[in-house]
């Protein structure tokens, strides 16, 4: 009997042929961060940031003076103080001694590699998280703080539908709050002349 590949394959217990793997790990989940990449980036040391916020006057277009004239306007004016709560988030990673030791394809056993990976998921997870509109949540020892997402944040320049209101930050709690009803919107669609 010739000795053919086919003969090889089908030897017990996967076959007589040695496997030919690339050890590569090819991401298939390459995902862009542009929110937070674009945001800018610092540390604290509290479950609580605060930061003041100041917002311009709307322009005026009757308040010339006399020239040498003594003002009797005061148009000085202090930001609000506003303040978010951390969000701890966690990815679980369980790796024998066996499987960081042997050797896998790509790494992929390592604990390192599984690290890693759990690392950019976590990235990702923030990027997510920080898009919503979720209200911030003050920790506590049986409620895990919550970060206000950028909706919640947000309270002019948005456009939320004749009945909808919006959130931002609740001076009497300390906390930024969602948009309380979402709003109905209508859909018009405006369809040209056949081409």
């Given at each position: 009997?010739?000795?053919?590949?086919?003969?090889?394959?089908?030897?017990?217990?996967?076959?007589?042929i040695?496997?030919?793997?690339?050890?590569?790990?090819?991401?298939?989940?390459?995902?862009?961060?542009?929110?937070?990449?674009?945001?800018?980036?610092?540390?604290?040391?509290?479950?609580?940031?605060?930061?003041?916020?100041?917002?311009?006057?709307?322009?005026l277009?009757?308040?010339?003076?006399?020239?040498?004239?003594?003002?009797?306007?005061?148009?000085?004016?202090?930001?609000?103080?506003?303040?978010?709560?951390?969000?701890?988030?966690?990815?679980?990673?369980?790796?024998?001694?066996?499987?960081?030791?042997?050797?896998?394809?790509?790494?992929?056993?390592?604990?390192?590699?599984?690290?890693?990976?759990?690392?950019?998921?976590?990235?990702?997870?923030?990027?997510?998280?920080?898009?919503?509109?979720?209200?911030?949540?003050?920790?506590?020892?049986?409620?895990?703080?919550?970060?206000?997402?950028?909706?919640?944040?947000?309270?002019t320049?948005?456009?939320?539908?004749?009945?909808?209101?919006?959130?931002?930050?609740?001076?009497?709690?300390?906390?930024f709050?969602?948009?309380?009803?979402?709003?109905?919107?209508?859909?018009?669609?405006?369809?040209?002349?056949?081409?």
């Amino acid at each position: 009997m010739a000795v053919t590949s086919a003969v090889l394959n089908a030897a017990l217990y996967g076959g007589l042929i040695n496997e030919d793997v690339m050890q590569q790990v090819w991401d298939l989940s390459n995902i862009p961060l542009p929110f937070t990449d674009a945001i800018s980036t610092g540390r604290h040391t509290n479950p609580r940031v605060e930061f003041n916020q100041d917002v311009l006057a709307d322009p005026l277009t009757n308040n010339a003076v006399i020239d040498g004239a003594e003002s009797s306007k005061d148009n000085t004016a202090v930001g609000t103080r506003v303040g978010n709560f951390t969000q701890i988030s966690t990815k679980e990673v369980k790796v024998t001694e066996q499987a960081d030791v042997v050797s896998s394809v790509g790494g992929q056993g390592k604990l390192s590699y599984q690290v890693a990976r759990r690392q950019i998921e976590l990235r990702r997870d923030v990027e997510a998280q920080m898009l919503t509109h979720q209200a911030s949540v003050a920790g506590t020892d049986a409620a895990a703080g919550i970060s206000a997402g950028i909706g919640a944040q947000l309270k002019t320049n948005v456009s939320v539908g004749a009945t909808g209101a919006v959130g931002g930050f609740n001076t009497s709690t300390g906390l930024f709050v969602a948009f309380l009803t979402p709003g109905i919107r209508k859909l018009i669609a405006a369809w040209g002349a056949p081409r």
